[in-house]
């Protein structure tokens, strides 16, 4: 079982990072310098989108020292958000996994007994891959330590997908109503939430035969 620390008392943007960070890049996490840096440069981007779409809160975000060119945080947003995207997958999967732990009927395609490759079959069209093996080993598989956590992240998102949308003075920028890292640096209470739920969704894989087997290797998330 590992730990990661959020300091959502002490500095709430950098616990916002490294939460991102967790769900879009499990597998930096045995690398704490590289999860680290990729951190420092979230914080390092979104000052700038703060200034740029939101002019009245960006005084309330602390500007830090870059830590990558302009090409590379270019490239790292990018992959911040396909690996949040595929975070909202594994959640997904993990959902119709806890959804049959609980006695629920989930309806997945194909025959014989509920197992992993038709967990990953039912979301197969959704991705970017044809074969569920192979959305098994790229997105399924580096996520089995924050199970319970792309869980709480898949909540969320479908929180705001499926809300009304909000009035927007421009669109200058991406709509804190629906682009899940926008929506945690305009409300980080909302992380006190996510840590709640993935805390619950944690006790529920004990009862799941598909995610149990994982629980006792979990990144555990400590809120100071």
């Given amino acids: 079982m590992n730990e990661m620390i959020l300091p959502v008392t002490q500095d709430p943007w950098r616990a916002i990072a490294r939460y991102l960070a967790v769900n879009a890049f499990p597998l930096d996490l045995p690398y704490p310098v590289k999860f680290e840096r990729r951190c420092a440069a979230i914080l390092q981007d979104w ?3 703060f200034a740029q779409c939101w002019p009245d809160r960006a005084a309330t975000m602390p500007i830090k020292p870059d830590v990558m060119s302009d090409k590379e945080l270019e490239q790292l947003m990018r992959n911040l958000s396909d690996g949040l ?7 997904k999967m993990v959902f119709a996994a806890l959804k049959q732990a609980v006695g629920e009927i989930v309806n997945l395609p ?3 007994r509920f197992s992993v490759n038709r967990i990953c079959n039912s979301v197969v069209d959704e991705s970017n891959f044809a074969d569920p093996h192979d959305l098994e080993h ?6 089995r330590p924050v199970f319970h956590i792309v869980a709480a992240t898949a909540g969320l998102a479908y929180r705001l997908t499926t809300q009304p949308p909000l ?14 890292d926008a929506y945690l640096f305009c409300n980080p209470h909302e992380l006190l939430e996510l840590v709640a739920y993935s805390e619950f969704y944690a006790d529920l894989m004990t009862k799941s035969p598909v995610l149990g087997r994982y629980y006792h290797d979990r990144m555990v998330l400590r809120v100071i």
């Fill in 138 to 143: 790229a997105i399924w598989r580096p996520r």
């Fill in 85 to 91: 995207r595929q975070a909202g997958l594994a959640g």
């Fill in 110 to 112: 194909g025959d014989g």
């Fill in 47 to 49: 000052p700038r989108t």
């Fill in 167 to 180: 009035p927007q003075e421009d669109n200058t920028g991406p709509d804190p109503a629906r682009s899940l």
